[in-house]
């Protein structure tokens, strides 16, 4: 291996397709033993990367917020940005698969994971709620009448929750008394174990008539106790709907109540969210801070595999092609340097492949750029910054210093690639092709080398 170089994209660069991920530089042999191991490290990890980072832009999407008449009754922050959580451990591709979209999906930007020990090992925010089941085991409100809660504000005085609960709930009058009383236990039970942490998911029963209520119930009598409610999850129905429905709702408690903290009152949703979903709910107007997914994140619903190859393309100092009929399996020959070329606003022109040795672009000289295949597509372009995108991180049988950034240096990477991108190119619908060029000494190459390796048909 000491023979072996490699060079790469930055982690957590935007790539398109043709632009390589990976330069192998070494014997034959021993980078043909590299091939399977490279394909798997990278496959996966850039799929699962892609896939949350589409997933954080459409969640922000918040182009429309519908309420009417007016917006005056939502919560403050069910107008801001939302956050992304992942989910998916249940339904990766077994641990290692889980751990992987863990890591891959808080690069591109979720702010937490449902994986406890991924959360531990990687130093990631652990977020989640109680089960469906842990309200099912409850019945009875006799089954909590001894829980009880430390006063903050009074000593830490242990003070019995149910009693409270029952006076707010006589107190709100008859719509909270028909509640169903085995939720509001759990709820109870929920805050006694995790006062701090009172999240609740509500729609166990049913979600406007008894899961609202009974969580509003609980945390009128944790706010007097001390303690700051956090949220609710909504897992089932409309959730642009119920998530609107359960906004207006604490913004009237806040109202009549003087309880600030229903204000900001996180709503997660769940429930089977894809890319598609998170765009109908955003042109729905909704008021959800937190999305949580998991299934069609880690699986990657929309690809469930990405089709990184491993191609020779130089032996011996010749460059070597790959032909097909189909165009996209066409291989650009040769060693490379790619760059990318930054325009005026400071957003990405388009990416520049040229031979290896060639003169590269230089900022504010004008380049012939043209596209790799199609000879009347081209442009001159005039660059206000040029960014080489390979870097060496192995070689002389060593990972090079920086080859490897700190996790949440990469995270921030990936936020600032994200930002300057144009919108067009990341929208979901009928997205802009990013520019692939080449140098008009490469396309001179490929298309010499092209014609020939390629046998002439012999017709009669």
């Known amino acids: 291996c000491s023979q072996v170089e490699l060079q790469s994209l930055k982690e957590g660069t935007l790539c398109f397709p043709r632009v390589p991920l990976i330069v192998v530089r070494g014997p034959l042999g021993i980078a043909q033993l590299l091939e399977t191991t490279l394909l798997t490290l990278v496959n996966y990890p850039s799929l699962v990367a892609t896939n949350a980072a589409r997933m954080v832009v459409a969640s922000r999407d918040r182009s429309v917020l519908v309420e009417q008449p007016s917006t005056e009754s939502i919560p403050k922050q069910c107008k801001q940005e939302p956050k992304c959580v992942e989910f998916g451990l249940r339904r990766a591709q077994g641990p290692d698969g889980g751990f992987s979209a863990s890591k891959y999906c808080n690069v591109s930007g979720f702010v937490g994971t449902s994986n406890v020990q991924a959360g531990k090992l990687l130093g990631l925010a652990i977020a989640g709620t109680h089960a469906h089941a842990f309200v099912q085991a409850y019945y009875s409100l006799e089954e909590v009448e001894s829980l ?5 504000t009074n000593g830490d005085e242990q003070v019995l929750l149910l009693p409270r609960v029952l006076e707010y709930r006589e107190k709100l009058g008859d719509r909270f008394a028909t509640t169903n009383n085995g939720e509001l236990a759990a709820f109870i039970a929920y805050a006694a174990a995790f006062p701090h942490g009172f999240l609740c998911l509500i729609d166990t029963y049913e979600t406007l008539n008894s899961g609202l209520l009974n969580f509003c119930l609980v945390c009128l009598v944790l706010d007097d106790l001390g303690y700051t409610p956090k949220g609710i999850r909504l897992d089932s129905g409309d959730l642009a709907y119920l998530s609107l429905e ?3 709702f604490f913004a009237k408690l806040a109202k009549e109540h003087d309880r600030a903290f229903f204000h900001n ?52 100092g010749k460059p070597r092609i790959k032909l097909s009929q189909e165009i996209e399996k066409v291989l650009i020959p040769g060693r490379k340097q790619p760059f990318r070329l930054i325009g005026q606003s400071g957003l990405p022109l388009l990416d520049l492949m040229i031979c290896h040795g060639e003169k590269p672009p230089v900022a504010g000289e004008r380049y012939l750029c043209r596209h790799p295949f199609i000879e009347r597509k081209r442009a001159a372009v005039t660059a206000s910054k040029v960014l080489s995108l390979h870097h060496v991180v192995f070689t002389n049988g060593h990972v090079t210093e920086g080859a490897m950034p700190d996790f949440e240096v990469t995270r921030q990477y990936v936020k600032e690639q994200l930002k300057y991108t144009r919108p067009d190119i990341l929208r979901y619908v009928n997205p802009t092709p990013y520019k692939i060029s080449v140098s008009n000494d490469l396309f001179t190459f490929l298309h010499e080398l092209w014609q020939a390796e390629t046998p002439v048909a012999e017709l009669s």
């Open 246 to 248: 359960c906004a207006r």
């Open 265 to 316: 009152l996180d709503i997660v949703a769940s429930n089977d969210i894809n890319e598609s979903v998170l765009n109908s709910i955003n042109k729905q107007g909704h008021a959800i801070t937190i999305f949580g997914i998991g299934t069609n994140l880690v699986t990657c619903q929309a690809q469930p595999a990405l089709g990184c190859v491993y191609k020779l393309v130089e032996i011996s």
């Open 148 to 152: 009880t809660v430390a006063d903050a």
